[in-house]
């Protein structure tokens, strides 16, 4: 199978993981213990201005760098943010071009430092 020109690496998928780890920890998000089952994953819980916010971080992506979150308190996250109003999913993704990922890093953290309080972030 012919891999396209902008396929996510592993290397790059680590650099990706280790600078969002790296920025989600400074932020306050605890490392959520791994389910053995599910190898490819690193998840966080970050609290915010509108409660708990549980953060997964997938990595075996091939495309997009993805990151899968969701706040807890859907009806207060809603009113203050661009999440889904049902569930309130409020997911990351960044297309990986040209070898670049401290641009979708810089990305993926500025969309979780908003929910943070002003003088915390």
């Known amino acids: 199978m012919a891999i396209a020109k902008d396929n996510i690496t ?35 819980k970050l609290d915010t201005i509108v409660g708990e916010l549980s953060i997964t971080i997938y990595t075996t992506q091939r495309f997009l760098f993805s990151i899968y979150a969701k706040f807890e308190n859907v009806n207060e996250a809603k009113s203050k943010f661009n999440c889904n109003p049902h569930s309130g999913k409020f997911n ?30």
Do not use: W
């Open 10 to 44: 592993k290397k790059a998928q680590d650099k990706f993981l280790e600078g969002v780890t790296k920025g989600l920890l400074e932020m306050g998000a605890e490392a959520q213990p791994q389910d053995k089952n599910m190898f490819s994953h690193k998840a966080f």
């Open 92 to 121: 990351f993704n960044a297309v990986y071009r040209n070898g670049n990922v401290s641009k979708p890093v810089e990305e993926a953290l500025m969309h979780f430092e908003c929910t943070q309080p002003k003088n915390k972030a």
